[in-house]
């Protein structure tokens, strides 16, 4: 059993911050794993998580890796278990550089509209309060919420680089003159990236590993699984060594570990995806209550079924599965909208 803030140290340099899952009902908010390195003279982070015991964590990890004279805060994604102790990068009295993924700003800015609009696609799928109560309540649970600092900014503003790493080729970021590679990935929410850090070996994935498929509306499947089938490459290639998440409270070390997890996610992608064919087979009507819930049966029928395997996200993938397979919420044919 991990507690919230326990440090696992992966070498003199670098410190995984782990977090801890969501419960609603306690009032719980999920925290995720935050990355603490040293690269020379500079202070990685990479996220930031959410709670002021989280945040004192993140303090004692950011002294025990020093010392350091500079700060690089890197953020994966906007949603806010990963960002809302972001201004900690003012806090520090030494030059830092914050930078975030310009297509989850919106969401950084406004969260509860974003996750409005997730609820409102599982209206009537899921037992949820109305959308515009459920979305402002999640979102209450991540206090304080403070995701930007001084000199955040974006990726984006950056010149876009062609990364190469073994055979592996990537689009995105490097800093700390390649010693910190930010890759772009997209397939968990719009603004995605994942983050290797070449000294000591570590591929973060944040929340890319959560599950054979994504729960989010900007998530894209195809992009979740094509980045766990580059990622299993890098390990194949011993271009990483160790592999760390979002949310599973682990470091996984070596090929003969990770690219088992790696290939079990994407077999768990094609055994949903047979499930969810499975439900709706050729009927020309889809009730999307009775499927999602037959649909989180199947998938709670598999090992390793992500972050926060409850109703809510098993809904919210269960739509997903709907769309993808071209059927939306009526049971015909998905609208151009989508669900």
Request: charged letters at 20%; proline letters at 6%; a negative charge.
């Amino acid at each position: 059993m991990t507690a919230l803030g326990e440090l696992i140290g992966i070498d003199e340099r670098t410190v995984l911050v782990l977090g801890q899952g969501l419960d609603v009902e306690r009032g719980q908010p999920d925290v995720g794993n935050v990355l603490v390195h040293r690269a020379g003279d500079i202070l990685v982070v990479v996220d930031t998580g959410v709670t002021e015991a989280f945040r004192a964590a993140l303090r004692e990890a950011m002294g025990r890796v020093g010392p350091w004279s500079r700060a690089l805060f890197l953020t994966t994604h906007g949603h806010p278990d990963h960002v809302a102790n972001n201004d900690l990068a003012d806090e520090l009295g030494v030059p830092v550089e914050h930078w975030v993924p310009a297509p989850d700003l919106e969401q950084m800015r406004d969260p509860d509209s974003y996750w409005v609009r997730a609820f409102e696609r599982i209206a009537g799928v899921a037992p949820l309060p109305a959308p515009a109560l459920a979305g402002p309540r999640l979102v209450s649970l991540f206090r304080p919420y403070r995701p930007f600092g001084a000199t955040t900014r974006t990726y984006e503003e950056r010149p876009l680089e062609r990364i190469r790493i073994g055979s592996a080729r990537f689009t995105g970021w490097t800093f700390a003159d390649g010693a910190v590679r930010v890759l772009r990935s997209q397939g968990h929410c719009a603004g995605h990236v994942i983050v290797h850090l070449r000294d000591c070996g570590v591929l973060h994935l944040s929340d890319e590993g959560n599950g054979a498929c994504g729960a989010m509306a900007d998530a894209d499947q195809l992009k979740i699984q094509t980045v766990l089938g580059a990622v299993a490459l890098l390990f194949e290639e011993a271009e990483a060594e160790l592999l760390t998440d979002g949310h599973t409270f682990a470091v996984r070390r070596g090929a003969e570990v990770v690219v088992p997890y790696l290939d079990g996610l994407l077999e768990q992608a094609a055994a949903l995806q047979s499930a969810a064919l499975g439900l709706t087979g050729g009927r020309g009507q889809v009730r999307p209550s009775e499927f999602a819930a037959r649909y989180a049966e199947a998938f709670a029928g598999l090992v390793g079924g992500g972050a926060n395997p409850n109703a809510m996200f098993a809904a919210m993938m269960a739509v997903n599965q709907l769309r993808g397979g071209g059927r939306g919420a009526g049971g015909g044919p998905a609208p151009g909208g989508g669900l």
